[in-house]
């Protein structure tokens, strides 16, 4: 069995593409740094991620795909589930030796496969588009954490910096530790140290602006004067607004 070993990132996977190419050899398996090697290996190639080869690999994919179709391939990356790194290297295989028309094919398994992963990220990002709740710090700053189960973050950031322009916001992942800071002009990735517990599921009522706190309470009144108990139905309610989504917004507490 022939192992890549790759550095987890999407530039080293095109490059894990292009040494594949040049060794006409494809590997069984991608490992990360320091994974074990799988049973049965015979040989583990390293792959050095090179910022030229994956260029080039990504203009091959220029020619060959669609602005759309190659949007699939991005979302499924971000759907950082078990093995579908080597599932998307399969699938660009078959677009560089075949053509880009073999994406449209759903008989093939790996095909339906990626479609289905980019589909799910597709609808994690709508999802964050519809609940994050930003809270206002009493530094003027808003804030808001998510938890999405796959990474979507940062596939969102063009529609907050566009929605929140004139803010400045920390938009922050506690399952993937890292966010996004605006002051206003740029949205930067940040990895927090939080020293001071700040970084939890809601801001704490120590930490937010006076103003935030009556118009959470005005939203909580709002919310409880539109419910109708009669017409409660929980099981809708878990399936239009997923569950893990409940512990962010203001209005489920």
């Known amino acids: 069995m022939l192992v890549f070993r790759y550095d987890k990132s999407f530039d080293g996977l095109l490059s894990a593409l292009f040494d594949a190419y040049s060794l006409r050899a494809f590997p069984e398996a991608l ?39 190659r ?10 589930q078990p093995q579908s ?16 028309g073999v994406l449209a094919d759903q008989a093939d398994p790996a095909m339906k496969a990626l479609y289905q992963l980019a589909l799910k990220v597709s609808h994690e990002r709508e999802r964050l588009k519809q609940f994050v709740r930003l809270q206002k ?7 808001a954490a998510v938890t999405p189960e796959h990474n979507a973050l940062p596939l969102g950031l063009d529609y907050f910096t566009d929605r929140f322009a004139d803010q400045r916001w920390l938009i922050y992942d506690r399952r993937r530790d890292f966010g996004y800071y605006y002051d206003g002009h740029t ?10 517990g700040m970084i939890a599921d809601k801001l704490a ?9 009556q118009f959470q309470l005005l939203w909580k009144n709002y919310f409880r004067a ?10 809708q309610q ?12 203001i209005e489920m507490e």
Request: some cysteine.
């Open 85 to 100: 790194d080597l599932l998307i290297l399969r699938c660009l295989r078959r677009v560089f030796d075949e053509g880009g």
């Open 226 to 235: 539109l419910a109708i108990p009669q017409r409660i139905n929980e099981r």
């Open 187 to 196: 949205a930067r990735r940040v990895t927090l140290e939080d020293d001071r």
């Open 238 to 249: 878990r399936r239009m607004m997923p569950r893990r989504y409940w512990k962010h917004l």
């Open 71 to 80: 949007s699939v391939i991005i979302y499924a990356w971000h759907g950082e």
């Open 137 to 143: 710090a009493a530094d003027g700053t808003y804030f």
């Open 205 to 213: 009522d120590e930490w937010l602006a006076e103003d935030e706190r």
């Open 31 to 69: 490992i990360g740094p320091g994974e074990p090697e799988p049973l049965f290996t015979e040989r583990v190639h390293e792959v050095a991620t090179d910022e030229a080869h994956a260029d080039r690999v990504w203009r091959g994919l220029e020619r060959r795909l669609t602005s759309r179709t």
